[in-house]
């Protein structure tokens, strides 16, 4: 039992390394993450900020911040499942799926290290919040650093959902930005949706985005006047949803992914 459980976690943290390292060794992927989330928040969320934001009651682009934040660890780690459906075509992942460890091992650690290689986009973020004078808020950006993996694995975990479901390549990376990109607009991202009625506030309600960028609020508002005009859930809501999203993508993405294996 010890011996199993040392080889699951040793083939653990070697998968989530592997990711780590190729990103480093992929400087141009890592400033392509710096400057999307610069594009939206500094070019999108100003001008929202100047022509919406101003009779809000609260600071409109650090409402924004938080969301791009949120968003971009959601994406990136959405985004960087999808290669393991490349790996696959060049049989890259059969030597991981052959070998005596866990699926959802395999998946959690590819998870793990996609989710680190998402935190460049982070750098983007609050570089441009610091050109643009947006209060970080002190205490109230470190709580919501603290709840960061959240984002990450809740994204990670719908990648890998999504490529149980698609077999290209091509297909994998244009459909993760088609999956995301809705959410942004529709989840509260960029823009309230506290007063969405009809069919945007049923999407809003199914899409896991809504319930992490509210999370994050929850936290980085928390004991401040604007807490009840930006958050619109309970946290424990926020927390549940996020929990029952994770397991429920993860569960049968992997199990899609792996029958796409034994099947290939």
């Known amino acids: 039992m010890t011996l199993t459980l040392g080889r699951e976690i040793n083939a653990l943290f070697a998968i989530a390394s592997r990711e780590i390292m190729r990103l480093i060794k992929s400087p141009g992927a890592m400033i392509t993450n710096m400057i999307f989330p610069m594009f939206f928040l500094g070019i999108m969320g100003g001008?929202?900020?100047?022509?919406?934001?101003g009779n809000i009651g609260y600071n409109f682009l650090q409402f924004v911040m938080v969301g791009m934040i949120v968003f971009n660890m959601f994406m990136g780690?959405?985004?960087g499942m999808t290669s393991l459906i490349a790996e696959r075509d060049l049989n890259l992942t059969q030597e991981?799926?052959?070998?005596?460890?866990?699926?959802?091992t395999i998946i959690l650690g590819k998870m793990i290290g996609t989710s680190f290689a998402s935190l460049t986009s982070l750098i983007g973020v609050l570089l441009i919040a610091l050109l643009m004078q947006i209060p970080l808020g002190g205490m109230q950006i470190v709580r919501l650093l603290l709840v960061i993996p959240v984002f990450c694995l809740v994204g990670a975990s719908l990648g890998i959902l999504f490529i149980g479901l698609?077999?290209?390549?091509?297909?994998?990376q244009m459909g993760a930005l088609l999956i995301c990109m809705p959410q942004m607009f529709l989840a509260g991202t960029i823009i309230p949706i506290s007063n969405s009625t009809g069919i945007i506030a049923f999407l809003a309600k199914i899409m896991p985005?809504?319930?992490?960028?509210d999370l994050a609020r929850g936290f980085f508002y928390w004991g401040k006047p604007e807490y009840h005009s930006v958050v619109i859930?309970?946290?424990?809501?926020?927390?549940i949803a996020s929990i029952a999203f994770f397991a429920f993508f993860t569960v049968m993405g992997t199990i899609l992914f792996t029958r796409n294996e034994r099947n290939k």
Do not use: C, M
């Open 96 to 104: 991981l799926f052959v070998s005596p460890i866990s699926r959802y």
């Open 209 to 213: 985005l809504t319930y992490l960028t």
């Open 166 to 172: 698609v077999q290209d390549s091509k297909v994998a």
């Open 77 to 79: 780690a959405t985004s």
């Open 47 to 53: 001008s929202l900020s100047q022509n919406l934001g």
């Open 233 to 239: 859930y309970n946290p424990a809501i926020n927390i």
